[in-house]
Structures are given as C-alpha cells and as structure tokens.
C-alpha cells in the first residue's frame, strides 16, 4: 500500500518561503511522476506542479516563478521549495503520484500552509 507523508508545512507571512516534503514508500519511487497538489477551506483540490520520473517539470500558472519542485529518488522524497508567498496559497498541501489520485486510499493527511497579508 502506498504511504505519502507531507510536512514542513506552517504559518509565514506574505512573501516568506517554506520548503514542503514528502516521503514516498509502497512504490518504486524513482520510476514514477511525482505531483503537488493543494486544497483551500471549501475548494476543490487544484494541481500545483508536476515533476516527471526523468526531470522534468510542470506547474500552475498561479506559482510560476515562486514554486519549484524537484526530487531526490535515494530518499522516496519529493520537494516543494514556494517562495514570496501570497494569501490566495493559503490551503493544505498533499503530494501523490499522479497515476494514484483517483484512488482516495492513496492520499496523506496533507501539510498545512498559512499565509498571512
């Protein structure tokens, strides 16, 4: 069974930074796209940045230029580096494989971040 375990989340004021992890286990972690994702107070959950098995990455055009992913396969762990934080980033972020998120056994419990203005 796949495990996901997100932390490094907190509260930090308008254009602070925080650096969010997640460790995978129950997969071969190195094989798989890894993604970020976010869900604010009465919202749906949105996709926030993507980083393929090979490198490559992908992001919301709302994080652009602030947000960078990346991964360390010796570690089962995938990075969220967000920089100048701004309110509307307010949410719990969750991490997953993309291939996995229809499966609602698949999701951690999330890490919390609070901007404030």
């Known amino acids: 069974q796949v495990q996901l375990v997100e932390s490094g989340g907190g509260l930090v004021q308008a254009g602070g930074s925080l650096r969010l992890s997640c460790v995978a286990s129950?997969?071969?972690?190195?094989?798989?796209?890894m993604a970020w994702y976010r869900q604010a107070p009465g919202r749906q959950r949105d996709f926030v940045a993507t980083?393929?098995?090979?490198?490559?990455?992908n992001y919301a055009d709302s994080v652009k230029g602030r947000f960078t992913i990346s991964r360390d396969n010796a570690k089962n762990t995938v990075y969220l580096q967000m920089n100048s934080l701004k309110p509307e980033d307010t949410a719990t972020y969750y991490c997953n494989a993309p291939r996995l998120i229809s499966d609602p056994r698949s999701w951690g419990q999330g890490t919390r971040v609070t901007v404030s203005s």
């Open positions: 129950g997969m071969i972690f190195r094989l798989n796209s």
């Open positions: 980083i393929t098995s090979g490198g490559h990455t």
